[in-house]
C-alpha cells in the first residue's frame, strides 16, 4: 500500500509570532489519519509564558486571559509534542505538517529555551525523519501555478476542506489530507517512499530557497537571506528566557 493511504500524523502549531526562532508555542495539535479518515486526536493549550500580540490573537483566536486561565505550562506543551512526535518517527509513521520548517523548528527553539533534550536527542541522535511537508511537495510537483501557496489556497486547489484555518486541530487535519490529495494527482510523489521523499523535500527545499534568494537580490535586495534548511533550521539565535 502506497504511503498515502497508510498512517499519516498532522501536525500544527499556533504560535505567538511568525519568527520560528521567537514565537512561543500557544496551542498544538496531533492527528492520525488513514487515508483520510481521523482514527486519533490529542490537542494542547500552552500558557506562553509571553504577552500574545494582538495580531497574533486576531489570528488563531486564543487570547491572553484564556491561555493564562486554560493553558499548561508550555515547557510541558513543548515536551509532550516532542515525545509524541518522536514516538511516531520511532515507529517509522511520517508527521505531515504545512510549512514543516517553520513548526518543527519552534518546537525545536521551545525545547531548548527551557532546557529540554531536543528532538534530535530524543530519537539517539538521528534527524527527525520521516517528515510530509504539502508546501514544498506542492511548490516542486506544481511549480508554475499562479496564486498564493498558503494552506487555505493549496487545500483549495486540491479540494480538501479547510473548515476553520488558523486552528490547530483543523490546520493538522488539512495537512494530512492535503498531502493524501497532492499524491493522487502526482503519481510521481506518490510512487516515492516517505524515506526517499525526506531526502528530495530537503533538497527541493533548498533549490527553492537558493532560486528565491537569488530573485530577491536581481529586485534591489543585495543582502537578502533566504534558509534553505528544512525541516529543522539552526538555532544558534535563540533567545533564552
Known amino acids: ?34 487515508d483520510g479518515q481521523v482514527l486519533g486526536h490529542r490537542e494542547w493549550l500552552a500558557d506562553p509564558g509571553v504577552e500574545i500580540p494582538a495580531d497574533a490573537v486576531a489570528v488563531h483566536g486564543i487570547s491572553n486571559e484564556r491561555a493564562t486561565a486554560e493553558g499548561r505550562p508550555v515547557d510541558q506543551v513543548a515536551d509532550a509534542l ?11 509513521v511520517p508527521v505531515v505538517a504545512y510549512n514543516a520548517a517553520f513548526d518543527l523548528t519552534l518546537l525545536t527553539a521551545e525545547l531548548r529555551r527551557h532546557g529540554l533534550p531536543s528532538l534530535r536527542d530524543r530519537l539517539g541522535g538521528v534527524d527527525p525523519a520521516p517528515v510530509i511537508d504539502p508546501y514544498t511537495i506542492d511548490r516542486r510537483a506544481d511549480r508554475y501555478r499562479r496564486g498564493k501557496r498558503t494552506l487555505e489556497a493549496v487545500c483549495a486547489e486540491y479540494g480538501v476542506p479547510l473548515d476553520a484555518a ?15 490529495a497532492i499524491a493522487g494527482r502526482h503519481p510521481k510523489i506518490a510512487a516515492l517512499g516517505p524515506a526517499e521523499l525526506h531526502h528530495r523535500q530537503i533538497e527541493w527545499y533548498a533549490e527553492w530557497a537558493a532560486d528565491f534568494q537569488s530573485f530577491l537580490r536581481r529586485k534591489g535586495e543585495p543582502d537578502a537571506v533566504v534558509d534553505g534548511v528544512w525541516p529543522v533550521r539552526e538555532l544558534a539565535d535563540t533567545p533564552a528566557g
Open 166 to 180: 488558523h486552528n490547530a486541530s483543523a490546520d493538522a487535519l488539512a495537512a494530512a489530507r492535503l498531502a493524501r
Open 82 to 92: 516532542a515525545d509524541v512526535l518522536t514516538g511516531y518517527w520511532r515507529a517509522g
Open 1 to 34: 500500500m502506497a504511503w498515502y493511504q497508510e498512517l499519516l500524523v498532522g501536525f500544527d502549531l499556533e504560535t505567538t509570532g511568525t519568527d520560528p526562532r521567537e514565537a512561543r508555542i500557544v496551542t498544538g495539535a496531533v492527528i492520525e489519519v488513514r
